[in-house]
């Protein structure tokens, strides 16, 4: 049940970014930065893109993805349709790892050290559901404040 929940949660919370990057009418603006806002929505598109990638991806579905952090909140001037189909993939490589686990996995522990403390699939797989949503608002409040 779990598992369901979370593919739509991600669902549909990728659903939602690719609703707000495609609601910045000038497209500079998903790259800007202005008085204490300190990331862009394009560089929290493009974090949120690398860790689902990363924790659900690579380490649950095995599918190679390398991330590069540092260029997540760096990079500049990506275009909004090629980061639409990033979380378009994403949305896919999300849904067919998380396919991949039962119920009685996320009662096993992460393997990988993310937080202070190791923790089961199923708290981990919340957590970054709830990281996904966090930065989803700051994107959306970005383009609220400077898309007008």
Known sequence: MLI?????????DLTSLKREINAYQNEAIVWSIEQQINNSAGNLCLHLI???NTYIGAEIGKTNYVRN???EFSAKNISKSELIQKIDETIAVVHQALDQLSEDDLETEYPL???DKKTPYGFFLV?????LAYHLGQISYHRRLLNA
């Open 69 to 71: 952090r540092d260029l």
């Open 4 to 12: 369901q929940t979370l593919q739509t949660l991600f669902k549909r």
């Open 50 to 52: 690398g860790n689902l």
């Open 127 to 131: 957590h970054l559901a709830s990281h």
């Open 113 to 115: 050290l993310v937080l």
